[in-house]
């Protein structure tokens, strides 16, 4: 069965510093990964996936995530944080085993960014 | 286009009452999944529907159910609330029914228990 796993519930940068949050997944077939963020009282909105074409992964707010199948990993990168950054972000892995639209989250990583 | 619409927004409710809540998909999506999000738990799969057929369920009690229309439009039923069942109850549309599209989520409704 696939799982997630971030490491770091909370995650604190400077303005202007590298963002880098970890996940880690299990899965027994290739992967089709994403990452979400959720700000206060709104719903997920998606960063970026992954779903096998290039292993180099560029989102939206100049988030990235690069997929490598020999760590199972999929860390999210921002080069330079901005204050509007600070979310709860998630990652997941489409359980294909089980159905293809259920996603199985990670527990989440807050991150705060402070000036 | 408009994004996945959910209501109601809020919604204060009694133990041992049942809820109701709607999830509008986006126009042309065919597929809509719910999930529950706790502080305790994080996000969990409740149920998707594609074509108005539940093609899959999470682990949770029968008293969670839904159903889907001809137009794609999604209910989720909650029967004899429990506190526990406080939560942000989110509903996400995709296009198809193949996990390599990405889900679109609405804001959620947000579910107190008294």
């Known amino acids: 069965a696939q799982s997630v796993t971030q490491l770091g519930s909370h995650v604190s940068v400077s303005e202007g510093a590298l963002v880098l949050l970890r996940c880690n997944y299990s899965?027994?077939?290739?992967?089709?990964l994403f990452w979400y963020v959720q700000y206060p009282n709104q719903g997920l909105q998606l960063l970026l996936k992954?779903?096998?074409?290039?292993?180099l992964v560029k989102g939206i707010n100049g988030f990235e995530a690069e997929f490598k199948k020999s760590e199972t990993s999929f860390h999210l990168t921002k080069p330079s944080a901005h204050m509007s950054d600070a979310a709860e972000y998630f990652c997941?892995?489409?359980?294909?085993?089980?159905?293809?639209?259920?996603?199985?989250f990670g527990a989440g990583t807050r991150l705060a960014v402070h000036p | 286009k408009a994004g996945v619409t959910q209501t109601p927004r809020y919604l204060i409710k009694t133990r041992g009452q049942q809820v109701t809540l709607s999830c509008s998909p986006i126009?042309?999506?065919?597929?809509v999944s719910w999930y529950q999000q706790t502080p305790g738990q994080g996000l969990q799969f409740l149920f998707e529907?594609?074509?108005?057929?539940?093609?899959n369920k999470g682990n949770f009690p029968g008293r969670f159910s839904g159903r889907q229309f001809s137009n794609s439009r999604s209910e989720m039923n909650v029967s004899t609330l429990e506190l526990g069942d406080s939560a942000l109850y989110l509903c996400?549309?995709?296009?198809?029914?193949?996990?390599?599209?990405?889900?679109?989520f609405g804001p959620g409704t947000r579910l107190t228990v008294t």
């Open positions: 996400a549309s995709s296009l198809t029914g193949q996990g390599n599209y990405e889900q679109y």
């Open positions: 899965s027994s077939v290739p992967p089709y």
């Open positions: 992954y779903t096998s074409a290039a292993t």
């Open positions: 997941a892995v489409s359980d294909r085993g089980g159905g293809y639209n259920k996603l199985i």
């Open positions: 126009s042309g999506h065919r597929s």
């Open positions: 529907y594609f074509s108005e057929t539940q093609r």
